[in-house]
């Protein structure tokens, strides 16, 4: 899916990833949980290996017990998240592969057990049918980017660059499998696209938001997953006057049903894009009639790549992945006030102490989570965010070797798990199991 990954990459990681949880504060005990005395966060170091600050390290698994197939420059992870199966109450990490998806057990976080993994389909084959930027990309035998999200116990993937569709596994077979790892197949395959970069889901509504596909310009695809195993195609939203090719491509997206300040919009279905050149916010309330209400571009924009809105729908962090190498800043988070969803109002910028690439960041309670590729999972304060500042208040590097401006280290980060683990995609490194000890 993609040539050699740091050359490559500089050109298209802006296609790279990838819905909120309700859970538990940062910090919350795990029972029975056994973190040996060398992977404590000891001094600003877990492991003589990583440095921390407030977050100890519960374990690892490398790429190779994933059942990862590693590109040749060693990329092997992308796109990571979470399931807690409402039956065992076992808590699953579902981790994003060159090639498949992982599927670990964490019942016992630290000695995490690998379930299976499911594969990409058979059918994936030919060229890229991506119409905004990084067109030029010929399909590779395994695709190095995915993305996917769960509802209803359901797992729903798509992958960029490739004729991939969308795989729907039914997540339940993971109970109870005799002698792990298997390899799974999918339960339903989507043609409604080929290629697409990521996809969101609403669960309070059951409707999927798949963006960066090869229909409409990349922008958002709509699905009604409500029937989980028959995905129906459902609407689009696309806004021809955003995206560096003007097709309206969006990069990632949060859906929400609206519960913010802004009373126009008060139980109305919002997504808020990352489409490259602009913050858009839609209303998709309509699927056949979709509407944007506001677009925001911003000083130094690079590519406008992913953002979160807090828990009371009042702001929206946006991360942009080439402002940092492309202005020579150290990494930088967008701060807006979206009290009034017509007017999204940009009101600090913070500049964190590192000048590695931000990926993905995801709120939950009075913290944002964020991946920023070398310089690993941060964890910063919404303490004081309407006077447009946040604080970092912990950290922790899954990729020690620098914290450069290149596209290696934290791909992603799941925050929300009941028992307060976090989970973390290192694109080279493995999977990352946290613990906050704020």
Not at 151 to 173: C, I
Not at 300 to 328: I, K, P, S, V
């Amino acid at each position: 899916m993609k040539l050699p990954f740091y050359s490559l990459w500089f050109i298209v990681a802006i296609l790279v990833v990838g819905c909120s949880d309700n859970s538990t504060n940062v910090g919350d005990p795990i029972d029975a949980i056994d973190i040996p005395a060398e992977l404590e966060c000891v001094d600003g170091l877990s492991n003589d290996r990583y440095g921390c600050n407030n977050i100890d390290l519960v374990a690892t698994v490398s790429p190779e017990n994933l059942l990862a197939e590693p590109l040749d420059d060693g990329q092997a992870l992308n796109d990571i998240w979470g399931w807690t199966d409402p039956e065992t109450g076992t808590e699953y990490a579902l981790v994003g592969l060159v090639g498949g998806v992982a599927f670990v057990d964490l019942s016992t976080p630290s000695e995490p057990q690998v379930v299976g993994k499911l594969e990409e389909p058979e059918s994936v084959s030919g060229t890229s049918g991506k119409t905004g930027r990084g067109a030029e990309l010929m399909h590779e035998e395994k695709s190095s980017w995915r993305d996917f999200k769960v509802y209803q116990n359901y797992l729903y993937v798509v992958s960029d660059a490739q004729p991939h569709g969308m795989q729907v596994f039914d997540l339940s077979r993971l109970r109870g499998v005799e002698n792990p790892p298997v390899i799974f197949e999918e339960d339903y395959h989507y043609k409604g696209f080929e290629n697409a970069h990521n996809i969101a889901i609403n669960k309070e509504t059951g409707y999927g938001y798949v963006g960066g596909s090869d229909t409409y310009g990349g922008g958002l695809h709509i699905v009604d997953l409500r029937n989980p195993l028959e995905p129906q195609f459902a609407g689009f939203h696309s806004d021809s006057t955003v995206g560096f090719d003007s097709t309206g491509y969006v990069h990632d997206t949060q859906c929400v049903v609206y519960d913010g300040p802004d009373a126009d919009y008060q139980g109305d279905e919002i997504c808020m894009n990352s489409s490259e050149t602009h913050l858009v916010i839609a209303n998709v309330t309509d699927k056949e009639k979709t509407e944007t209400i506001a677009k925001s571009d911003y000083q130094n924009n690079g590519y406008a790549h992913q953002g979160w809105l807090t828990e009371d729908h009042r702001y929206f962090l946006l991360d942009d992945e080439f402002d940092e190498a492309q202005n020579g800043i150290n990494t930088q988070t967008y701060i807006w006030d979206v009290q009034d969803l017509d007017n999204p109002e940009l009101i600090g910028v913070h500049e964190a102490n590192t000048p590695s690439i931000d990926h993905n960041q995801y709120i939950k309670g009075n913290y944002t989570y964020q991946a920023n590729y070398t310089a690993g999972l941060r964890i910063l304060s919404l303490e004081n965010i309407e006077d447009g500042e946040l604080e970092e208040v912990a950290y922790f590097d899954t990729f020690p070797d620098n914290d450069n401006k290149i596209f290696d280290g934290a791909w992603s980060n799941y925050p929300f798990f009941e028992s307060g683990i976090i989970i973390v995609s290192d694109i080279t490194n493995g999977l990352f199991i946290l613990h906050p000890t704020l």
